[in-house]
C-alpha cells in the first residue's frame, strides 16, 4: 500500500466509537489537546522536555490504536510503554543529556536511543507504511557504514556513541527543528481543523460551494471543485479529502450523468489542491517557515496566487470537458437555501476570521492565532445547523474532535519524526552536500535542468512517502543547488513542495486517484487520464513560478502580481481546452503550444 493510500486509514472519517476502548482514547486525545494547547500558552519549555513528551503521546495511538490484530495490540502496547518510558527518560534528564552534546557515554543510553529508533521506525510503518521507514534504514545505514563507500560519496566514519546520541540525546535528529515545527505549530493547526471537522463547518463548506456553483454549466463538479478547496485548507491531506468530500460529491455528480471518471478525477484533483491552499497548507507551510526563516505571512502571501490559479485550471477544465459532455448543473431543489447557507456558514466563517485577524491585525504568531480561533471553534460546538443549543451533543462533538486530533496529531507526527532522521543522517554525515553538488554537476550548472532532476526526485520520492516528508528529504539535499544557481530561497522551496505533490494524481502511485476510483466504482486508469488533464496546473504552475518571479509577490507588488497571474491563467486556460476540448486534432495542438508560450513568454 502507498503512503497516500494508507493515509485513508488514519482518516477523521474512521468509526472510532466502534473502538472498546473509545473513553480512554478521548481521555488520551484530551490529554494531547491540552499538552499541545498548553505548550503555547505556558511559554518556553526546554526542548529536551516538549519534544520527547510530544513523542510519549504519539506512540500509543500509532502502535495500540491502529491495531488490528491482537499480537499487533499486545507488541504496540510493550513498545508504547518502553518509548513513553525513554521519552520521560529524557526529559527527566535533559540538563544532564544537553551537557553531553550529543556523545552517548553509556550501555544504558545506547539502548535507550536504539529503542527510540525502532520505535520511530515502527511507528511511521503501522501510520502510512513501509516506504519512508525503508528511506530511513537505507540512511541509518549509511551513516554507520558509508566509510566503506569508495569515491566521493563515502564518509570518514562516526563513533557510533556519537552517531545514535547526535539522533536521539541532543537537540537535533529525532528532536530538531522539524520536531519542533510538529509540537508548536502542526499540532495547533491539526486541532482546529478537528473541532471545526467535528461542528457544522463541513457542512457549511457544501452549502456554500452549492451555493455559488450549484447553477453553473458542470455545476456539480465546480461544487466539488470549491468544497474540497475549503476543506482541503484544514485538513491538509489528498486522501483524507477524498474520503470525506468526495462521499458526497462522487455520487451528487454520477447522479447528475456525469462519466464516473470524470467524477472521480474531479474530486481527485480538487482535493489534491488542499495542501496548496492557503491559510494552512497542510503542515508543509510551517515546515516551510522553519527551514527558510520566512514568516507564515510571507509565505500566505507567496502561496496564494499560485493556489488560485491551479484551481482556476481546474475550473476551466470542467468546463472544456463540458464540450465532450451534459455537464448539467445541480437541480434547483438539490441547492441549498439562502437561510441554512448563511447559518451553516459561520461555524467556519468565524474561526477564520478570528485566525486572521488574529495574525493580520493583532500581530500574534500563527500557532497562538489559531490557539484562540480553537476555542471559538469549540464554543460553536454547542450549536448545531439549525443555531439549536444542546449540551450533550456539545459533548459527543467535543469528545469527537479530540480522538481526531490526537490521531491525526500521531499520523504527522510519526512521519516528521521519522523524516528528522533522515535529515539528521544528511546532516551528520555531508551526504547533502555531496548529492547537491551531483546535481549541480548532472545539470551542468544551468538552472532549468537543475529544476527537471529535482522535479524528477520529488516525483519518485513521493510515490512512496508522504508529500511533507517528501517535500523536506528533497529540498534539504536539492534546495541548496537551486539557490546555488541563483533561485530564491523561498521559490525554491515552493518548487520542490509542489512537485512533491505530483504523485497524487499522477501515475503509477496516485493516492487521491487510487481512493476516488475506488468510491466511484471506476477504472483508476481512466480517471488518471483525466485527473492529469484537469490538474495541468499541478505541473505547470511550479515551472511559471521560476519563469514569472512576480508570481510569489503579492505582498510586495501585488498589480504586477496580479497582472503576471492572469496572464499565465490565459495560457492554462488554452492548455487546458487544448488537453481536453472536443475539437478538430490540429486546433487542440496549436491551443497547447499557445497556452505554453504564453506562460514561457516574458513579460
Known amino acids: 500500500m502507498s503512503a497516500t493510500q494508507s493515509e485513508v486509514a488514519t482518516s477523521p472519517s474512521t468509526d472510532v466509537a466502534a ?12 490529554v494531547s489537546v491540552l499538552f499541545h494547547l498548553g505548550l503555547i500558552f505556558y511559554g518556553l ?14 506512540v500509543p495511538w500509532v502502535l495500540v490504536f491502529t491495531a488490528r490484530t491482537r499480537n499487533q495490540r499486545i507488541s504496540g502496547l510493550v513498545l508504547s510503554v518502553l518509548a513513553v518510558a525513554a521519552c520521560a527518560w529524557i526529559a527527566l534528564n535533559q540538563q544532564v543529556l544537553a551537557e ?35 528511506v530511513t534504514l537505507v540512511a541509518l545505514a549509511y551513516g554507520a557504514f558509508g566509510q566503506y563507500i569508495p569515491g566521493e560519496f ?25 520536531t519542533a515545527v510538529s509540537v508548536g505549530v502542526v499540532a495547533i493547526f491539526v486541532i482546529f481543523g478537528a473541532v471545526l471537522n467535528a461542528g457544522e463547518a463541513g457542512k457549511g463548506f457544501m452549502n456554500l460551494a452549492g451555493a455559488v456553483a450549484g ?40 447522479r447528475l450523468g456525469y462519466p464516473r471518471s470524470l467524477a472521480a478525477a474531479v474530486e481527485a484533483v480538487a482535493s489534491s489542491g488542499g495542501q496548496i491552499m492557503p491559510p494552512l497548507m497542510g503542515a508543509g507551510a510551517f515546515v516551510m517557515v522553519e527551514l527558510t526563516g520566512t514568516p507564515y505571512t510571507s509565505i500566505m502571501a507567496a502561496a496564494l496566487l499560485p493556489a488560485g490559479l491551479y484551481f482556476a485550471a481546474v475550473w476551466l477544465g470542467i468546463n472544456a470537458f463540458a464540450t465532450r459532455h451534459d455537464l448539467r448543473p445541480v437541480a434547483a431543489e438539490d441547492r441549498p437555501a439562502g437561510r441554512d447557507v448563511a447559518m451553516t456558514a459561520l461555524f467556519f466563517a468565524l474561526p477564520f476570521a478570528v485566525l486572521l485577524e ?35 451533543a456539545f459533548l459527543a462533538r467535543l469528545a469527537e474532535a479530540v480522538v481526531i486530533a490526537g490521531r491525526q496529531i500521531a499520523t504527522i507526527g510519526s512521519i516528521i519524526l521519522c523524516a528528522s532522521l533522515v535529515i539528521g543522517v544528511l546532516a551528520i554525515t555531508g551526504l547533502g552536500v555531496k548529492v547537491t553538488s551531483g546535481i549541480l554537476g548532472l545539470s551542468g550548472g544551468a538552472l532549468w535542468p537543475a529544476l527537471l532532476l529535482t522535479a524528477l526526485a520529488c516525483l519518485i520520492l513521493g510515490m512512496e512517502v508522504p508529500t511533507t516528508a517528501a517535500y523536506v528529504i528533497c529540498v534539504s539535499v ?7 544557481l541563483g533561485l530564491p530561497l523561498l521559490t525554491a522551496h515552493l518548487f520542490v513542495f509542489w512537485f512533491a505533490l505530483l504523485s497524487t494524481i499522477t501515475p503509477p502511485v496516485c493516492g487521491a486517484v487510487f481512493i476516488a476510483a475506488g468510491m466511484a466504482d ?45 496572464a499565465v491563467l490565459v495560457g492554462l486556460g488554452a492548455l487546458s481546452y487544448g488537453l481536453i476540448g472536443r475539437f478538430h486534432p490540429m486546433l487542440r495542438a496549436l491551443l497547447v503550444l499557445a497556452g505554453a508560450g504564453v506562460i514561457a513568454a516574458p513579460y
Open 522 to 566: 471506476e477504472n483508476w486508469l481512466k480517471v488518471a487520464a483525466k485527473a492529469m488533464a484537469l490538474g495541468v496546473g499541478l505541473y505547470v504552475i511550479p515551472l511559471a513560478m521560476v519563469a514569472h518571479p512576480a508570481l510569489l509577490a503579492l505582498g510586495d507588488d501585488p498589480l504586477r502580481a496580479v497582472a503576471t497571474s492572469l
Open 45 to 58: 519549555t526546554p526542548a529536551l522536555v516538549s519534544r520527547p513528551l510530544h513523542m510519549a503521546l504519539i
Open 19 to 30: 473502538t472498546p476502548t473509545h473513553w480512554s482514547w478521548v481521555l488520551l486525545g484530551s
Open 358 to 392: 488574529r495574525i493580520f491585525h493583532a500581530g500574534n504568531t500563527p500557532q497562538y492565532a489559531a490557539s484562540v480561533a480553537i476555542f471559538v471553534g469549540v464554543a460553536l460546538l454547542f450549536l448545531n445547523a439549525r443555531l439549536e443549543v444542546s449540551g450533550s
Open 215 to 254: 447553477r453553473l454549466t458542470g455545476g456539480g463538479a465546480k461544487v466539488s471543485v470549491i468544497s474540497s478547496a475549503l476543506m482541503g485548507s484544514i485538513s491538509g491531506s489528498a486522501s483524507a479529502n477524498v474520503a470525506s468530500t468526495g462521499a458526497i460529491t462522487i455520487p451528487s455528480m454520477a
Open 478 to 484: 536539492a534546495g541548496p543547488a537551486l539557490t546555488e
Open 154 to 178: 563515502g564518509h570518514p566514519g562516526l563513533p557510533m556513541g556519537s552517531f545514535v546520541g547526535s539522533l536521539t540525546i541532543a537537540e537535533s535528529g529525532l528532536w530538531g527543528e522539524l
Open 100 to 134: 553531553q552534546y550529543g556523545f552517548i557515554d553509556s550501555p544504558w543510553q545506547m539502548t535507550m536511543g536504539g529503542l527510540l529508533i525502532v520505535v520511530v521506525l515502527e511507528a511511521a510503518r503501522r501510520a502510512i507504511g513501509w516506504p519512508l521507514p525503508l
